[in-house]
């Protein structure tokens, strides 16, 4: 099974739509690939100083099949919330893009890169950007052996 790590760092957003009136936003951020099963799914701690310009320089990893990185249909998808105490977090917007374009993309700079994407919330473009890094590592072949030992290191697995 052909397979490679790939690397995002969530480093910052900024200039995000100001949700809250009164009191300070305290934004964090999930990422997930490809609609995988919700444990895939990590979350970033909550910024409490940014408002609407959190910083977080959080990294993840995951194992991914090297079918994600040859179709436009497996999506990375980065949603943000406000954090709230009494209710609900309230949502704020997402960036998604496919695997493929960030592999296309980084591939000519050597497997990484680092972008910044407008946050869209519905189908149109809201307030603000997302920044991040990412890389993909070198292509491997992993019997399942290995992989069921990598995921309980702690890397997320998603369909390898």
């Known amino acids: 099974m052909e397979c490679r790590i790939f690397e ?5 957003a900024n200039n995000l739509e100001k949700i809250r009136r009164i009191c300070k936003m305290k934004v964090y951020a999930t990422v997930s690939i490809g609609g995988g099963p919700p444990e895939n799914e990590k ?3 909550t910024d409490r100083n940014g408002e609407s310009n959190p910083a977080w320089n959080f990294t993840v990893k995951y194992s991914i099949n090297e079918s994600m990185v040859q179709h436009l249909n ?3 998808v980065v949603k943000l919330f406000c954090r709230r105490r009494l209710r609900c977090d309230t949502y704020i917007g997402e960036v998604h893009t496919s695997l493929k374009e960030l592999f296309d ?3 000519s700079s050597g497997g990484s890169a680092i972008l910044s994407l407008p946050v869209q919330k519905g189908s149109v473009n809201s307030q603000g950007g997302l920044r991040f890094s990412y890389r993909f590592g070198e292509k491997v072949t992993i019997d399942k052996l290995l992989l069921a030992e990598s995921a309980v290191g702690g890397w997320p697995v998603n369909q390898c």
Do not use: G, K, Q
Request: charged share 15%.
């Open 8 to 12: 995002i760092t969530l480093i910052s």
């Open 43 to 45: 979350r970033t701690p």
């Open 74 to 76: 497996t999506m990375l």
């Open 105 to 107: 993309y980084a591939e």
